[in-house]
Structures are given as C-alpha cells and as structure tokens.
C-alpha cells in the first residue's frame, strides 16, 4: 500500500490541504480519525481534500441562500425535500463529498437533484467530477454573491443562465437577496416580493 503524499495547495494560506494516493481505506480510517474535528473530506479516484471547520461567512451563507430558495419553493409550492450535507459517494465510483446543502424535488431520492456549493477557497478537487459521476442534475455554485449554474446534459455539465429544475426562478434576484448582510430581513423581504408575483 503506497502512503498518501502531501500536495501544497495551489495558493498559499488555504484552508485545505491535499493528499495524493489514499486508498479508500485511508479515506475511511481518517474520517474515523478525524471524528468530532469538523474537517470535511472530499475524495476523487485517490486524492483527498481535507478542509478546515467551515467559517461563519460560510456558514452565514449558506444558511441564507438555502432559506431563500426554500422560501421561492414554497410559494410556488413546489415540493421538496431537503438533505443537507448527508455524505455522497461510494467506493465503487471512487468518490466521496459532503455538499453544502442539497434538495430532492418532487419525490424523495438517494441523490440529491440539486446540490449547493457555497464557495469561500479557490483550488482543490474538482467537485463537478465527483456530482457527475453521482448523476446529480443540477450544481449551483455560490461565490462572493454570485451565483453560476451547472446543468448536466449528456453526460457532462453545462454552466447556464437559467435552471432547468426551477425555470421561473430569477437566479439574480435570489443572488441579490443572498448578498444582503440581515438574512431575516433577506428572507421576509424576498418571500414578501414572490409572494406576489403572478
């Protein structure tokens, strides 16, 4: 068994750091290992990403854009079922994730039809390979207030203006509500506008 090589990261002072040829079995006694720490791991076909407990900002975040969509879903009362950050992946694809939030719509699914990443560090594992590989619909990425949307058609994802999932969605206007500093005000002002529209 070949022991895992440290990688810097990319740019310097990340909040992650590398390793290269983890077996799958590594991967498992270091979740072990790191139980009760709050890192987070990420695996793709032997090279494992291990991040620091996520920050307030993050969380902050990510806790305000899932209430907003939430908040569209329900006055458009689509049905959904929200799965948080469960761990995705499994040997057999080589992969493994926690996604920030994530969301079945309609019925309840083992993959999630929509996956949130809230993006505060730059670098790192590719997480579109290891969502693709899962079959995951659609994956939003939110960074610094912005959001950019991925599709997956035929096999490979395609980033685009629009969701295909929530088509009546103003991917903007959510962005904007996102980047407000009071997430209550954020929300109730947000659900207030919706609730509106025709």
Do not use: C
Request: no cysteine.
């Amino acid at each position: 068994m070949t022991s895992p090589v440290l990688q810097k990261p990319s740019i310097p002072k990340e909040s992650y750091v590398l390793l290269d040829n983890v077996s799958w079995e590594q991967l498992e006694q270091l979740d072990v290992n790191l139980s009760g720490t709050g890192a987070r791991l990420i695996y793709l076909d032997g090279i494992l990403e291990i991040m620091s407990p996520l920050s307030d900002d993050h969380e902050d975040s990510k806790s305000t854009l899932s209430l907003l969509l939430e908040a569209f879903m329900r006055a458009k009362k689509i049905r959904f079922y929200v799965r948080g950050s469960a761990t995705l992946g499994k040997k057999e694809n080589n992969t493994r994730r926690e996604p920030d939030e994530s969301y079945n719509l309609q019925t309840k699914k083992p993959i999630p039809d929509l996956v949130l990443e809230i993006t505060v560090t730059s670098g790192g594992i590719n997480k579109l390979e290891i969502y693709k590989r899962l079959g995951v619909a659609e994956v939003w990425f939110w960074e610094d207030g912005l959001l950019s949307v991925y599709v997956l058609d035929a096999d490979e994802y395609q980033q685009v203006n629009q969701s295909h999932l929530l088509p009546d969605l103003d991917l903007e206007l959510l962005a904007k509500y996102s980047r407000m500093s009071d997430q209550f005000d954020a929300v109730n002002e947000y659900t207030e506008l919706i609730s509106t529209e025709k």
